[in-house]
């Protein structure tokens, strides 16, 4: 049973700031704008196991990979990391990189190329579906990897089957490595683009855990058919004031100074 205490947003941000700070590596803000939707999953709605080899374990598949310090924090709550993993991450020798790696206990995705993550996870429901098992499938993908055409095709083998086991997440921070995402691939209205792919869709404060965990809830009872998605729209940098909506976060590393400044921030 996880703790009611597990999972804090805040202790979760502070793992992800020491992870980078340790490896001297990026990709710090689109992790932190994952944070409080990973935190809902894994306290209140993935059903984990007993470990990463569980047969019968939900799925949470990473799409957009390069935020994967944020399942990182959330894999080392669990203990299926340990400080060892934390104070080494990009280090010479780890298993722990800095994109998902589904050699990884946990991780489903091997990624790095965007927009093929969503397919796998696409994949595991289907499995689930076949096998006939009560495993639910959730795929987070990122508001600019949706640019991609794989994920729509993705979307659309979900609703021809039917996935209702299927919840797929979209990170909508407003931002890809390159700038902000309506100008360089202005996709609009993605909630009502997944509606009209056959998706039961909500579009909540991906900040707020009570808007989040209701979504994950309410999906989770409606086997109607029709695959789920939470557009959730978040803050790039959530968390910490000098990075919050300041893209070029996106390839900076932490110096000793701005790395306590953003623990002082966080409380710690």
């Given at each position: 049973?996880i703790?009611?205490?597990a ?6 941000r ?7 700070f ?8 689109c992790a932190?704008?994952?944070i409080?939707?990973?935190a809902?999953l ?5 059903m984990v196991?007993?470990s990463a ?13 390069h ?7 959330c894999?080392?709550?669990l ?7 934390v ?15 589904a ?6 995705v ?14 595991l429901?289907?499995g ?9 499938v959730?795929?987070i ?6 640019n991609?055409?794989?994920i729509?095709?993705?979307?659309l ?5 039917k ?17 902000p ?8 209205d993605?909630?009502?683009k ?9 579009v ?10 209701k ?13 789920k ?12 004031s ?13 110096s000793p ?5 953003a ?6």
């Amino acid at each position: 049973m996880i703790k009611t205490d597990a999972f804090n947003a805040r202790n979760l941000r502070k793992t992800v700031l020491d992870m980078a700070f340790s490896g001297s590596t990026v990709h710090i803000p689109c992790a932190f704008s994952l944070i409080e939707i990973m935190a809902v999953l894994y306290r209140d709605h993935l059903m984990v196991g007993e470990s990463a080899m569980d047969p019968n374990r939900d799925f949470l598949a990473l799409s957009k990979g390069h935020g994967v310090m944020a399942q990182y924090a959330c894999l080392y709550e669990l203990g299926w990391l340990n400080e060892t993993d934390v104070r080494n991450y990009f280090a010479d020798g780890t298993r722990l990189k800095g994109l998902s790696d589904a050699h990884v206990g946990g991780l489903e995705v091997t990624s790095g190329s965007l927009g093929h993550g969503l397919s796998v996870g696409v994949g595991l429901a289907l499995g689930c579906k076949l096998k006939k098992t009560k495993q639910q499938v959730y795929a987070i993908v990122g508001d600019g990897e949706c640019n991609e055409g794989a994920i729509w095709e993705a979307l659309l083998f979900a609703s021809h089957w039917k996935l209702d086991n299927l919840c797929v997440i979209v990170d909508a921070n407003g931002y890809q490595a390159m700038g902000p995402t309506d100008q360089v691939m202005n996709l609009s209205d993605l909630g009502a683009k997944f509606k009209a792919f056959g998706f039961d869709t909500v579009v909540v404060d991906g900040h707020d855990e009570k808007q989040l965990n209701k979504s994950f809830e309410d999906f989770k009872t409606s086997k109607n058919g029709r695959p789920k998605a939470v557009v959730a729209n978040t803050i790039k940098g959530k968390g910490v004031s000098f990075m919050e909506g300041d893209n070029t976060w996106h390839y900076t590393r932490l110096s000793p100074t701005t790395y306590q400044s953003a623990l002082k921030e966080l409380g710690f």
